[in-house]
């Protein structure tokens, strides 16, 4: 990434606008009323296995998991409603895990419970006991974390992190999608491209516009969708031109061999085209992993090909709750933190990424293992390719390497370069930083914690830093809250990005007025260290932010990025994908934004020539052909007539100049009922 030199490469100055607001999934108020009261402040709250709901005031409305922002000797009363009908109770701890105050267990369903107390300081947290893990959260007091900053781009702030290039955003489709979660093209395709929206539906975006009718709809096939459940990802066969096979990855109600407390089966299943290529075949259904999930967090979702092996890499999240622990979670060899499924690799296929040959078969399984896949003979289950991950929600290859942004919990978001054999750390670490459960821990991790295994334990492996990472808030300011996996950005119709690591994060805080999903930019180490980190400008928005929660990036065969986003990630069709695109600012670009009559938006493009070339294409996380599968563009499965406003090309999840560009991307996704505060939180506690 590139800065003017008068100022420096990645400034790093810190105008703020303050505002009162709160890091992303930090505090939120509660109240908030001092004084004498003559009736306690009231709290409402929704309970269920999935994690509390705030209801009441609206600071926390739509919340998952709320902290509760207190005063100090203030009468308050937290009535809740059992939503679920299991056995819930509600009880106040201290900071040593004490109870100050419980109430009973409840289990009749819409039934409300109401406990009332004297807030006192040593108060950290509310939780229910049958549910601890997963029902938890933090009570605050003060006003220091109550009044936090967030960052205003544009005219008199700037970011925690260095200021980055400025771009501009041109809408390519808006008014038909809830929640975007995905995007690509087949191998050897352009012209059109591939949507995915969480609550069921493939669409296929051509001749400039969003088709009506979806390309494939499997929402019947979906659970009920809450926490970060739904249709969460799809990848193409690298020979889709023959076969017309694609994968999806998608949340079913729970199958055989799903224990009964679980909350769900994760499933990944091939389908195929039509032979025209215009429609996905629902009943052509071949089911290739089921994988039970005990929580509705932590599913991960992303599905790639890989470039150059053409197997098929499965990222799945530690199963979710938080720190790693309870129903589901296995014991591992680090004695300090209970659980967890990120550092086993015997008992269950959760918090690590897999690698499968969909090509073969082998036994009783859908699928083959490849030969060299690292615990192959050896003490583990044989589909495991890297592991010690949270949440891997996306992941794509860019310039070979396979990038993956893990969503962390109460501190630090990460992005890591994924290598076979590799343990990434969670939950030892969160980052680079040591981890311990609980509010305790987390406000006051260890300072000491292993960097790698015991020598008898598969052999004392090192436990791999990220490339990338950024606090929640830094300095009283909101930072970020989850991750996008993106790309490095390998057009040069943007020099200043060229060779930078390009990717989003969902939210700055929670509660400002508008969405502040926002753009960064990575400058890679010339050793082994952290990246540096700027954040884009949008030029065409009044905030500097893309406008949106951001939800997933794309990728397109000319190595134009996307932006995937929400505007309200409730039942609305505020769902959007937008085109990064060099700033008018810029000589070599002039761009432009057509409304389509429709509604949908178009590109006028009045683009200077630029030297794009692309040596490849692929599908998600498909892998390079040197020959298209049909040169001419005629074959059945691939042609497509007319080329999209501004020369839109398909997506893949592989990046890199011999093979082609890459896909990647993350939301951790609430309930479409639940509001936005709980979207990409991954029940962070």
Not at 34 to 39: E, R, V
Not at 91 to 101: M, T, W
Not at 112 to 138: D, K, L, N, V, W
Request: net charge negative; charged share 25%.
């Amino acid at each position: 990434m590139r800065t003017n030199a008068a100022t420096g490469r990645h400034a790093t100055t810190r105008r703020r606008f303050l505002r009162t607001s709160v890091a992303a999934g930090a505090l939120v108020g509660a109240g908030g009323i001092a004084g004498a009261q003559s009736q306690p402040t009231e709290i409402r709250l929704g309970g269920e296995i999935g994690g509390w709901q705030g209801r009441k005031p609206e600071s926390i409305a739509d919340e998952s998991n709320p902290t509760l922002q207190l005063d100090a000797g203030v009468d308050y009363r937290i009535t809740w409603k059992n939503i679920d009908g299991q056995g819930h109770n509600i009880a106040l701890l201290d900071g040593k895990g004490e109870v100050l105050k419980r109430t009973e267990v409840m289990n009749e369903q819409g039934a409300t419970q109401t406990i009332e107390f004297t807030a006192r300081e040593e108060m950290a947290e509310y939780i229910c006991e049958p549910h601890r893990s997963s029902m938890h959260g933090s009570i605050a007091f003060g006003e220091e974390t109550a009044t936090q900053t967030t960052t205003e781009s544009g005219d008199g702030g700037s970011s925690y992190f260095g200021d980055g290039p400025t771009v501009r955003t041109e809408t390519v489709t808006e008014g038909t999608l809830t929640a975007p979660l995905d995007f690509g093209v087949p191998p050897g395709e352009s012209g059109r491209y591939f949507i995915v929206d969480r609550i069921g539906q493939v669409y296929a975006h051509e001749s400039g516009s969003l088709n009506e009718e979806p390309f494939i709809d499997v929402s019947d096939k979906l659970t009920e969708i809450t926490g970060e459940m739904g249709l969460l990802g799809m990848a193409f066969h690298p020979n889709y031109g023959e076969n017309g096979k694609f994968y999806l990855r998608y949340s079913a109600p729970s199958r055989e061999g799903t224990p009964d407390e679980f909350s769900h089966t994760e499933v990944l299943s091939e389908f195929e085209a039509s032979e025209d290529g215009s429609t996905g075949n629902v009943d052509s259904e071949r089911t290739i992993l089921e994988i039970p999930s005990p929580y509705d967090t932590h599913n991960a979702g992303a599905i790639v090909f890989g470039p150059d092996d053409g197997y098929l890499y499965v990222a799945m999240g530690d199963g979710g709750g938080a720190h790693d622990t309870d129903l589901g979670h296995v014991s591992d060899w680090y004695d300090r933190n209970e659980g967890g499924n990120g550092q086993d690799v015997t008992e269950n296929l959760l918090g690590s990424i897999l690698r499968i040959d969909v090509d073969s078969q082998e036994g009783d399984k859908a699928y083959g293992i490849p030969d060299d896949n690292p615990l192959v003979g050896e003490d583990g289950l044989n589909e495991q390719f890297a592991w010690g991950f949270r949440n891997p929600w996306r992941m794509g290859f860019s310039d070979g390497k396979l990038f993956t942004s893990d969503v962390g919990q109460n501190g630090f978001e990460e992005i890591d370069i994924v290598e076979k054999d590799k343990n990434y750390g969670w939950n030892v670490r969160e980052g680079t930083h040591c981890f311990k459960p609980g509010p305790e821990g987390s406000r006051n991790p260890p300072e000491n914690c292993p960097s790698k295994l015991p020598s008898d334990v598969r052999g004392g492996e090192r436990l791999i830093d990220p490339v990338i990472e950024y606090p929640h808030s830094a300095d009283g300011q909101g930072v970020g809250s989850a991750a996008m996996g993106g790309y490095l950005y390998q057009r040069d119709d943007i020099p200043d990005l060229q060779g930078d690591y390009v990717f989003g994060d969902f939210r700055k805080s929670k509660e400002t007025e508008t969405p502040t999903g926002s753009l960064l930019a990575a400058t890679p180490a010339e050793d082994d260290g952290l990246w540096d980190v700027a954040e884009l400008s949008v030029e065409n928005t009044d905030s500097g932010f893309v406008g949106g929660y951001i939800l997933a990036m794309g990728r397109d065969n000319d190595d134009r990025l996307y932006v995937l986003t929400t505007a309200n990630p409730g039942s609305e069709a505020t769902g959007a994908v937008h085109r990064i695109v060099p700033p008018q600012s810029q000589d070599a670009t002039a761009t432009g934004n057509v409304t389509a009559p429709n509604g949908s938006a178009t590109t006028s493009n009045a683009t200077a020539a630029t030297n794009t070339t692309a040596a490849g294409t692929t599908g998600i996380g498909g892998r390079t052909d040197a020959t298209p599968s049909s040169t001419d563009g005629t074959n059945a499965r691939t042609a497509t007539e007319g080329t999209q406003a501004g020369g839109e090309g398909g997506v893949s999840a592989g990046t890199s100049s011999d093979s082609g560009p890459g896909f990647g991307v993350l939301a951790a996704l609430s309930g479409l009922t639940i509001g936005a505060a709980r979207l990409l939180s991954g029940r962070k506690e």
